[in-house]
């Protein structure tokens, strides 16, 4: 942030054609990890409705993406594509503040922070993250608890399935703190003015695991799918 300005010196090929791509490209970099977030929250929800009613609906699903998760991500990634400021006040800042990266060919910026836009999306990414995982934690510790009440009246299968189902939830339930780990990193390189090229990106390294890893989870830990691709690796 310089100014009360978000500015960011971008190094890729998207360089080569405009700023503009380049801030498109990580206006959806911003929220496809937002979106990875919420959705595991409301993965970990109608978790929760499974376990208590025995099935969950193709409605009821949708239901719950529509309110928890598709309104506001595509509100942030609306309102962020139309915060850009020309790219001569975006290098006036850079030469205002932080000369050293002067020389820097692709150089962005989004207008005031407290702009409608940039403010809805500093609030979503930044503030509302913190009582969403407390909430999303809270949610995990309901149906773990609810699996180990249920699990006392299973057969031994169910109860091995139900083992794996927690491992899983486990597992997953570390992936949305990975994206609150990063945010953090972020305010805390904003705060105290930690002008490290370095830091800066390693929060957005961070940011984007949890997509990678929330797959990752789904494919080794539950047995249906680990089978499926071990026979597609080798093609048995």
């Known amino acids: ?54 099935f969950i609906s193709r409605r009821r699903v949708i239901l719950i993406l529509l309110l928890l ?10 309102f962020f ?30 207008s005031h922070i407290f702009s409608p836009a940039i403010a809805y999306t500093l609030f979503y990414v930044c503030i509302l993250v913190y009582p969403a995982i407390l ?31 927690v491992k899983v939830l486990t597992y997953q339930s570390l992936v949305p703190s990975m994206f609150v780990l990063a945010v953090s990193l972020f305010i805390f390189v ?6 490290q090229p370095a830091a800066e990106s390693l929060s957005m390294m961070i940011a984007e695991t949890p997509a990678i890893l929330s797959a990752l989870i789904s494919l080794t830990c539950i047995p249906t799918y680990r089978r499926y691709l071990y026979r597609w690796i080798f093609r048995e």
């Not at 904003?190 to 002008?195: A, D, G, I, V, Y």
Request: net charge positive.
């Open 69 to 78: 998760v598709a309104p506001h991500v595509a509100a942030l990634s609306i």
């Open 135 to 165: 909430a999303f934690w809270k949610l995990r510790s309901i149906t773990i608890r609810e699996l180990a009440e249920k699990g006392k009246q299973m057969s031994a299968a169910t109860r091995a399935l139900h083992h794996t189902f």
């Open 190 to 195: 904003q705060l105290f003015e930690f002008r």
């Open 1 to 54: 942030i310089l100014d009360m300005h978000l500015v960011w010196i971008m190094h890729g090929p998207c360089g080569l054609v405009s700023t503009r791509l380049c801030y498109l490209g990580f206006d959806g970099y911003l929220t496809g990890v937002c979106a990875v977030f919420y959705i595991n929250m409301a993965s970990f929800f109608a978790r929760l409705v499974i376990l208590r009613n025995g």
């Open 81 to 110: 594509s139309t915060a850009q400021i020309p790219d001569r006040e975006a290098r006036d800042l850079i030469e205002k503040h932080v000369p050293q990266y002067a020389d820097e060919k692709t150089i962005l910026a989004s």
